[in-house]
């Protein structure tokens, strides 16, 4: 595996770290981690800049799917200063239905020198109706 697949293995890692946070002063330091001061993100639903509108963008999320979490789905595949990946929101509740996945979705993510996101092009491969 070169360096530079682990830098994006990484950078990948916080990023699900920030996605995962749930009290918001987990939150704040997950997204300071993750991303540059002036990063982005943008999916269709969402179109923000800095660490404030990314961890309230992140914090919704959570307020919408109660009881679930974001997870890597497959490889993370990258070259130079940009990383592409798959994920899926599980639910975490155990028995019958635990574990279903009602949205899933493709992100690119690129670079700073420090391997701090600056930017994220996120795509929503499956959501539910009405969400």
């Known amino acids: 595996m070169s360096a530079n697949t682990e ?4 950078a990948v890692a916080r990023y699900f770290e920030a996605w995962n946070a749930r009290d918001p002063e987990a939150l704040a330091k997950a997204v300071t981690a993750a991303w540059a001061v002036d990063g982005g993100y943008t999916d269709p639903l969402a ?13 919704a999320a959570h307020a919408q799917f109660p009881g679930f979490a974001f997870r890597l789905a497959g490889a993370v595949d ?10 899926e929101l599980v639910s ?23 391997d701090r996101i600056t930017a994220v092009l996120g795509f929503l491969d499956r959501v539910p109706d009405g969400a």
């Open 47 to 59: 179109d923000v800049r800095g660490h404030e509108q990314i961890a309230a963008v992140i914090a």
């Open 92 to 114: 975490e509740a155990g028995g019958a239905g635990g574990g279903s996945a009602p949205v899933a979705g493709s992100d690119v993510i690129t670079l700073d020198s420090r």
């Open 78 to 87: 990258g070259h130079h200063d940009t990383a592409r990946f798959s994920w």
């Open 7 to 10: 830098r994006h293995k990484n």
